[in-house]
């Protein structure tokens, strides 16, 4: 029973920090069809840069505020410089250059701060252990699993009712449409290229104390995130949450119940999601 | 068919012919790069018989070349110690699980496709990964003696460099050979009605699905052919040689070459081994510069190198096409 629970809980942990980086990817796939193999740098930037300000400053918070705003900057020269010229090609073209993209950050990180992996304390509040049953578990991991949730209603709410929650919604499920009724796309563009990014780097800062930041961990986190997207079906919100939760439980229960297949759960659950329903779990069938 | 007596056939046989007097010219540190630049061609020419021919954006693709490594390496020591077993077994082994895989894959396409390949690539990866009692786990499989290889009697030293280089080539050139006809012949002009409008290959009454498996398979066996070569060339077969990343490279070096030209892939190998030779000289950061080369490539020159050059000299000709 304990490790059923503490299997539940590690899978949510995990789970949530899927859900934040699949959420920026799916938004990004919804509204500009394209598939950026370089979201998972961003999720890593995020964890270095919070991880950097975390030392000059000595704040896990400001770290965690500002952070994912400098991966946003970041984001938004990459999308006017280098993903704006290939809109109209083909989307092969799209996958490669972000994946040039992501060559170019994940060197670029072991450049600036080595190949070594970097140990990040939680801050203090959130330090420590709490007790379940005869067991203990890290304050922090509940943390993130209670963030999760948190940080999925606000973006609801901000979807569902905020002015430019709608403008991207609407823009996703229609992208001409909208061009026709005055939304000025290459500024949404812009704005959720540098949103998906922001919510990157927030997983990535939030990542960070969980486990150690290292200069692998985007490429992978990138490939779970896309197994979330594509079996919550890309561009759909309710599709990412459920997915990541999915692949956060299978994560953690594989570990201990079939630890020689763990690696290959993932995949195997994307064959099948993609066999029986090629758009997805919540996609809808063309 | 090309005839035989074309432009074409003399430049790739003069090509050919430099290629085999090489290892006469320079050192045996150059030969056993051109050995890897070789069979490295190979493995993304396959690659774009799927990619520039017929549409398909593979990430999987290392998965049949870790096949044909991994099956190879157990032939040799399990089942037979003779070249002329391990490289079709290889080759076949390769054939079947493309062939199962393909199966399953040519049901989608685009992104789709794109992401079914990589997650099939990785169960292969994983397999190889975790099986430890059969495939050696993380360590791989270490091919101890290499396989004999006898000609009319006559024995070839296959750990010799110079000799491994000209069985590579001759086995490289066959599959380049067999590869070029393919896309010449009508099945390979269907590939390309696919790639441009599967719907309209449909209407004409062709099973669009039928002709994109026959070419997956065509594809697999072919990289496990040049898995084969690869595993005794490192005198190991690897879990990271089915990596999707090791995929990944198959599509960088035929975007530096140009996915629409017959020998792009070939000519981006050659440039990405000799880049990276002379880049990794100065410093280890040496994706750092790839990324930015594939930024650029994709930016500016989408055609790669080779398909730069030719249309370049096409426009020269006075707009002839050179094919």
């Known amino acids: ?286 | 068919m090309v005839g035989l007596f074309s432009k074409n056939f003399f430049v790739g046989f003069l090509v050919l012919i430099l290629m085999a007097l090489a290892p006469f010219f320079v050192t045996t540190h150059w030969v056993i790069i051109l050995t890897e630049i070789i069979i490295m061609s190979l493995f993304a020419m396959s690659f774009n018989l799927l990619f520039g021919y017929t549409g398909l954006l593979s990430f999987g693709q290392a998965g049949f070349f870790g096949v044909g490594a991994y099956v190879s390496a157990l032939t040799l020591t399990h089942l037979s110690s003779s070249f002329w077993v391990c490289l079709p077994v290889g080759i076949v082994g390769a054939m079947l699980f493309a062939l199962v895989i393909g199966w399953f894959c040519v049901r989608l396409d685009e992104i789709y496709f794109a992401i079914l390949t990589l997650g099939f690539g990785m169960m292969l990866f994983t397999l190889a990964h975790n099986w430890l009692s059969v495939t050696g786990g993380s360590d791989g499989l270490t091919i101890a003696s290499m396989p004999v290889l006898s000609i009319f009697g006559h024995k070839i030293e296959l750990f010799n460099p110079k000799f491994f280089y000209w069985v590579s080539l001759t086995v490289v050139s066959l599959g380049i050979i067999f590869l070029r006809q393919i896309v010449k012949s009508p099945f390979g002009l269907l590939l390309t009605a696919t790639r441009e409008n599967s719907q309209r290959v449909s209407f004409v009454g062709q099973n669009v699905r039928t002709v994109r498996l026959v070419a997956f398979t065509i594809a697999g066996s072919l990289a496990g052919m040049a898995g084969v070569l690869f595993a005794l060339f490192n005198r190991i077969a690897s879990p990271e040689m089915l990596h999707w990343s090791f995929s990944g490279k198959a599509v960088l070096m035929t975007i530096l070459g140009g996915s629409s030209v017959f020998l792009g892939p070939a000519v981006g190998t050659a440039v990405f081994f000799v880049l990276e030779h002379f880049i990794t000289s100065y410093t280890t950061n040496w994706m750092i510069f790839l990324g930015a080369i594939l930024v650029i490539l994709v930016l500016a020159f989408p055609q790669g190198v080779l398909g730069t050059l030719a249309t370049f000299f096409s426009k020269l000709n006075g707009g002839r096409n050179s094919d």
């Open chain 1, 1 to 286: 029973m304990e490790g059923f629970l503490i299997n539940v809980l590690n899978g949510l942990s995990w789970g949530m920090l899927l859900f934040l980086i699949s959420m920026g990817l799916t938004t990004v796939f919804g509204v500009m069809g394209v598939l950026n193999f370089a979201h998972g740098s961003l999720f890593m930037l995020g964890a270095y840069i919070s991880m950097q300000l975390t030392r000059w400053i000595s704040s896990f918070w400001l770290g965690l505020i500002f952070a994912p705003i400098i991966v946003a900057i970041l984001a938004i020269i990459i999308e006017r410089f280098l993903l704006r010229p290939v809109y109209g090609r083909d989307v092969s073209f799209q996958l490669l250059l972000t994946f040039g993209v992501m060559l170019f950050l994940d060197d670029g990180v072991r450049l600036i701060w080595g190949p070594a992996h970097h140990l990040v304390n939680p801050p203090d509040v959130l330090s420590g252990v709490f007790p379940i049953f005869d067991q203990t578990y890290p304050v922090y991991r509940l943390f993130l699993i209670a963030m999760g949730p948190a940080i999925g209603i606000i973006l609801w709410a901000f979807f569902s009712y905020s002015r430019y929650g709608k403008i991207i919604r609407a823009a996703a499920m229609d992208r001409e449409m909208a061009e026709i009724i005055g939304v000025r796309a290459p500024i949404l563009f812009t704005a959720v290229f540098a949103f998906g990014a922001w919510l990157a780097g927030l997983g990535g800062a939030l990542a960070a104390p969980h486990q150690s930041v290292g200069p692998a961990i985007g490429e992978h986190i990138i490939i779970e995130s896309f197994i979330v997207v594509v079996i919550g079906g890309m561009g759909s919100f309710p599709g990412a949450f459920v997915g990541a939760l999915i692949l956060g439980l299978l994560g953690s229960f594989g570990a201990t119940m079939a630890p020689n297949f763990q690696m290959a759960l993932p995949y195997i659950l994307l064959a099948i999601v993609l066999l029986t329903r090629p758009r997805g779990i919540f996609g809808e069938e063309s």
